[in-house]
């Protein structure tokens, strides 16, 4: 499979909503679907670096990455948001590729930790990759956030 990584554009909005709604709920969809036609950037809602990254294959959008720091942060950490592979691609090294990318952004950044908030069932994903269990959990409705972060050496 070949498959294109390059930037998120106005018209890939209706598949990465999809693909965030099929993987993480309709209520994450529609938040994501408002920010990911932000035109977030420096000085603007906090925020001083977004990047967004989509795959696609023949043309069809089937993953997403963002990669973000807000002014509030600590200067040397960057976070990973709106992450999703459409579930018919999983377990094909995208989503590793993804978050890859992502750090790679921190890195040239001048970043050295790098932050995701996950479900549980995630942790796994997160961990084959370095990052580490912070403490920090946050329940909200029906499920829970795990902050996990990796050190970039």
Same mark, same amino acid.
């Given at each position: 499979m070949e498959f294109s990584f390059r930037n998120f554009q106005r018209k890939d909005l209706g598949a990465c909503v999809k693909i965030i709604s099929d993987t993480m709920g309709k209520g994450r969809a529609r938040r994501a679907g408002a920010d990911l036609l932000a035109k977030l950037g420096p000085g603007e809602k906090g925020y001083s670096f977004v990047k967004r990254k989509v795959v696609t294959l023949k043309g069809k959008v089937i993953a997403l990455v963002c990669v973000y720091r807000l002014n509030a942060h600590?200067?040397?950490?960057? *976070?990973?948001?709106?992450?999703?592979?459409?579930?018919?691609?999983?377990?094909? *090294?995208? *989503?590793?590729?993804?978050?890859?990318?992502?750090?790679?952004?921190?890195?040239?950044?001048?970043?050295?930790?790098v932050f995701v908030w996950s479900t549980k069932k995630s942790i796994p994903f997160y961990e084959k990759l370095g990052f580490a269990r912070s403490g920090m959990d946050i329940v909200r409705e029906s499920r829970t956030s795990v902050l996990l972060v990796k050190r970039l050496d």
């Open positions: 600590p200067k040397n950490v960057m *976070g990973i948001d709106w992450f999703a592979v459409d579930r018919k691609y999983w377990r094909k *090294g995208l *989503g590793t590729r993804l978050v890859r990318w992502a750090m790679a952004q921190a890195k040239a950044s001048k970043k050295n930790t």
